[in-house]
């Protein structure tokens, strides 16, 4: 009798504890302990709930693929937006803020003008930046790269 693995399909010996051919555990061999070294964040696996390191794509007991985003992922995928120290600002990235985001001010903490930001936020109430965050959206937007980066470093 064969054993098919549930991550990638390949057939295996019913004795056999893992696959073959990926290595993954098969499932109707005995539960391991998988020990994860201490100082690994675990979360439970979206299908079988049992807990496993945070950075697996797929778990090791079930072969569940864990496509949900773990907080650094987010973190990550956030950073890429902002500019480090010494980078230049994206001039899009300004304009667009400006536009959706204007209300509250994001567009100005993105171009490291923190007191307006928090002046947007505590008027956001008021209509008034939301227009004036139209405005300049369109004129980050509309305006030359340099002129833009040389004002905005």
Not at 16 to 37: E, F, H, K, T, W
Not at 62 to 89: E, K, L, W, Y
Not at 121 to 148: H, K, R, S
Request: glycine residues 8%; contains cysteine; positive net charge.
């Amino acid at each position: 009798m064969s054993i098919t693995c549930p991550r990638c399909g390949s057939d295996n010996r019913d004795n056999s504890p893992n696959c073959i051919n990926c290595g993954a555990p098969l499932s109707v061999a005995p539960v391991r302990d998988i020990s994860q070294p201490s100082g690994v964040y675990q979360k439970p696996c979206i299908n079988c709930n049992r807990m496993i390191n945070s950075s697996l794509p797929t778990c090791p007991y079930c072969g569940a693929n864990q496509s949900i985003r773990t907080a650094d992922q987010f973190t990550a995928a956030v950073n890429q937006f902002a500019p480090m120290a010494g980078q230049q600002h994206n001039k899009l990235v300004a304009g667009l803020l400006a536009i959706f985001l204007g209300t509250f001010g994001v567009h100005k903490f993105y171009l490291g003008q923190s007191v307006q930001g928090i002046l947007y936020l505590i008027f956001c109430w008021t209509g008034i930046p939301t227009v004036v965050g139209i405005i300049e959206g369109i004129m980050y937007l509309t305006m030359q790269d340099n002129a833009f980066y040389q004002k905005y470093r």
